[in-house]
């Protein structure tokens, strides 16, 4: 009775403190601040190309807290949100090509088709669970992805160029690489308040209590299906908004953005990170597109050429990287520090 009274009244749900000692809270400070941090250590040490590769981190971490909104927190493993990031990027590259470069008509236009497509989507996906979900969600990608091929007139398999980035008329336009920086980051740290608030609220304990025991929720009296599908829905529109940046930082749109390699990109990123952790999917993907740059372009000056070897096999060594870290660190490099602290006493 204590939770079902919990969970029907808001007023009883508490958001956890923080200890001032914790070593996640050091680290998701450190990380907020280094973000933030970027384009100044970047002015001064005369690379701006720091500047974009950061951007681009941003945007898949952005993609990946939206992903582990259902994978974390609902136990939902979608392999097809990358469909979303290619929703948002269309959005962009469509309409500019029709001469359209007003930028709050691509979010208002990307976001209302990616809440129908999610929608849709969602409802049918919903109806099973496990492996079916995930073939289901895959599947959907997929025909999205092949549609954006056969779209000859927008490029079709070769992508689409943008003329400009996106005209949002605030006076400093995007087509400042600080500016839109800064744009990604405050999106990306708005969208991690609000998914702290969103998953310590009521809502986010029935989210969290369907995962556990999903038929004891509805024995309470929760319509489970209508609270996960609206988890879907909000996950989705998050990936929307990183597909809209994403076209934006690369003046580019590519049905790539759309394939099952890059929605298992985004599951590796949560995973790495800590999946149903706040910070884990940024750490995620931070670690995981570093680790790219790093390796695709190793250069240690290594005997025997072992510096071609690593930069030749990069996946490979990456692959490598990520079963340590799930052997050794099963709650990932984020979810690690969170089980150390909830084994100290101090709240998830």
Not at 14 to 22: C, K, M, N, Q, V
Not at 314 to 326: A, E, P, S
Request: glycine fraction near 12%; hydrophobic fraction near 55%.
């Amino acid at each position: 009775m204590d939770k079902a009274h919990t969970l029907m009244n808001p007023a009883a749900v508490a958001l956890p403190r923080w200890r001032l000692g914790s070593a996640r809270l050091w680290c998701a400070a450190a990380l907020i601040a280094a973000l933030g941090l970027v384009p100044l250590a970047s002015a001064l040490a005369g690379q701006s190309f720091y500047v974009t590769l950061v951007s681009r981190m941003m945007v898949f971490a952005l993609a990946a807290l939206g992903l582990n909104l259902v994978l974390g927190y609902g136990a939902m493993v979608s392999f097809g949100h990358a469909m979303y990031i290619g929703v948002g990027a269309y959005a962009v590259g469509i309409l500019s090509a029709h001469g359209i470069g007003n930028g709050w008509v691509h979010l208002a236009a990307a976001l209302a088709v990616g809440t129908l497509l999610a929608t849709v989507i969602g409802a049918v996906c919903l109806r099973v669970t496990g492996v079916a979900f995930i073939m289901i969600t895959l599947a959907f990608a997929q025909m999205l992805y092949f549609l954006a091929v056969s779209l000859k007139q927008y490029g079709g398999d070769d992508g689409l160029g943008l003329p400009a980035r996106s005209d949002f008329g605030l006076g400093a336009g995007l087509d400042n690489d600080v500016v839109l920086y800064y744009v990604i980051y405050g999106l990306l740290m708005a969208t991690l308040f609000a998914f702290h608030r969103l998953v310590h609220s009521r809502f986010g304990m029935v989210l969290r209590g369907s995962k556990a025991n999903e038929r004891r929720m509805r024995a309470l009296g929760f319509d489970t299906p209508q609270f996960k599908l609206t988890a879907y829905v909000v996950s989705a529109l998050v990936c929307v908004l990183a597909g809209l940046l994403l076209a934006n930082l690369t003046r580019f749109v590519s049905p790539s953005y759309m394939q099952w390699s890059t929605s298992g990109e985004l599951v590796l990123m949560v995973v790495l990170g800590g999946v149903g952790t706040l910070i884990g999917p940024i750490v995620g993907a931070v670690v995981w597109l570093s680790l790219e740059e790093l390796l695709s372009s190793f250069q240690l000056g290594l005997p025997w050429g072992l510096d071609s070897v690593v930069r030749d096999h990069w996946l490979g060594v990456l692959g490598v990287f990520v079963i340590v870290v799930t052997l050794v660190l099963k709650e990932g490099l984020y979810g690690h520090l969170v089980r150390r602290d909830e084994a100290a006493g101090a709240p998830r």
